[in-house]
């Protein structure tokens, strides 16, 4: 996967937020394989004082991708952001800018106004997104590297509600598309892969399973296995039945 002016092999990105131990997620980011996980910068203590989820970060040798959870203005997203620039020393920014505590979905025109601002401040913009296609094509006109367009909300465990938004989203983009919130299971991963997006975010869905070392590696072969269903090419649906074997030769009565 081509993102951000640099080929990645994984195209399964891993949150590292509510992990019930560094042991713990240590174990699914080696089993996931993932080489992008994102950080919080409002978790995380950059000066390092205590043990913390850096730390397994950089043993392993992944890339981190700040995010700016908890933001919901766009002036407050671009604050976080470039204090991210600093403490991690990297251009790359995950832009979420949310719009209510209920559903944490997206701010539409606050996070258009804080992506356009970054993208001109030199930033690799990906913002967490509705599933909108308009609003999709106008965060890829501003500038970003990619789209990460929600399946459902945050946390919510229910797959990708609109499919055919996350298909329109596809079809139109330019840029990477990656699906950001709501996978529940393997087959959610698998389905955002057949759909064409280039890669899956998951958090919840690993942090949250009664075991996430085994729940990483599940997604990781969902991704692998969508992504391969993908560009195989699927049949067509049918209202009936068509035969696998000719019936060319056989007997007539």
């Known amino acids: 996967m081509n993102l951000g002016e640099r080929e990645w092999q994984s ?27 994102t950080v ?15 730390d397994v970060i950089d043993r392993l040798g992944l890339f981190v991708l700040p995010n700016t959870a908890g933001c919901y203005t766009a002036r407050e997203a671009v604050r976080t952001a470039h204090l991210a620039r600093e403490a991690f020393d990297t251009d ?29 401040d030199g930033f690799t913009v990906l913002p967490y997104t509705n599933d909108d296609p308009i609003l999709a094509r106008r965060l890829e006109a501003v500038g970003c590297a990619a789209v990460m367009p929600l399946g459902s909300p945050i946390g919510a465990g229910r ?73 195989a090419g699927r049949i067509p649906r049918r209202f009936h039945a068509l035969a696998s074997t000719s019936d060319e030769g056989l007997a007539r009565w």
């Not at 209920?102 to 804080?114: I, Q």
């Open 159 to 231: 797959g990708i509600d609109n499919p055919h938004h996350i298909a329109l989203i596809v079809e139109d983009a330019n840029v990477p598309v990656i699906l950001d919130a709501g996978i529940g299971t393997a087959s959610d991963a698998a389905q955002a892969m057949e759909l064409g997006c280039d890669a899956v975010l998951i958090a919840s869905a690993i942090t949250r399973a009664d075991d996430p070392a085994a729940m990483a590696a599940a997604m990781r072969h969902a991704v692998l296995g969508g992504r391969l269903a993908f560009t």
């Open 40 to 54: 919080a910068l409002r978790r995380i203590d950059a000066n390092r004082s205590a043990p913390s989820p850096l």
């Open 92 to 120: 790359w920014i995950k832009l979420e800018v949310i719009g209510d505590d209920r559903t944490l979905y997206p701010d539409p025109v606050e996070l258009l106004g804080a992506a356009e601002r970054l993208v001109a």
């Open 11 to 37: 195209r399964l990105i891993m949150g590292t937020g509510g992990f019930r131990s560094l042991d713990e997620l240590e174990a699914a980011l080696v089993a996931s394989e993932a080489e992008i996980v």
